[in-house]
Nanobody, 129 residues
Framework: VQLQASGGGLVQPGGSLRLSCEASGIIYSINSMGWYRQAPGKQRELVANFTRDGLTSYSDSVKGRFTIARDNAKNTVYLQMDRLESEDTAVYYC????????????????????????WGQGTQVTVSS
């Protein structure tokens, strides 16, 4: 079970980037999924995510500029980042809270009890002229 993130890079201020994160493995359900970031010398912070209720949540610093979207069929979330600023420079980490698949039952599978938290490998976003 893992998260695979991609899409980081170098972009000029005012530019755009799109990050992708795919969850793979014996996943029964994804309870929440989103993006965090960590800039040099700072703590990791939430950027945007889908909550357990299916709602979206954004950091105040990215509201109106970033958009999170998901493709449930692909277990993938995307982060569209527009009007990027130098302050957005950071390593971006995908995060998910998932329920794993258990044994077969009837025509399907049962979920394993509990949930686990997953982190992707991080992708660097650098905003600089």
């Amino acid at each position: 079970v893992q998260l695979q993130a991609s899409g980081g890079g170098l972009v000029q201020p005012g530019g755009s980037l799109r990050l992708s994160c795919e969850a793979s493995g014996i996943i029964y359900s994804i309870n929440s999924m989103g993006w965090y970031r960590q800039a040099p010398g700072k703590q990791r912070e939430l950027v945007a995510n889908f909550t357990r209720d299916g709602l979206t949540s954004y950091s105040d610093s990215v509201k109106g500029r970033f958009t999170i979207a998901r493709d449930n069929a692909k277990n993938t979330v995307y982060l569209q980042m527009d009007r990027l600023e130098s302050e957005d420079t950071a390593v971006y980490y995908c995060n998910a809270d998932v329920t794993l698949t258990g044994r077969r039952y009837g025509g399907g599978y049962l979920p394993l009890p509990g949930t686990i938290e997953l982190w992707g490998q991080g992708t660097q976003v650098t905003v600089s002229s």
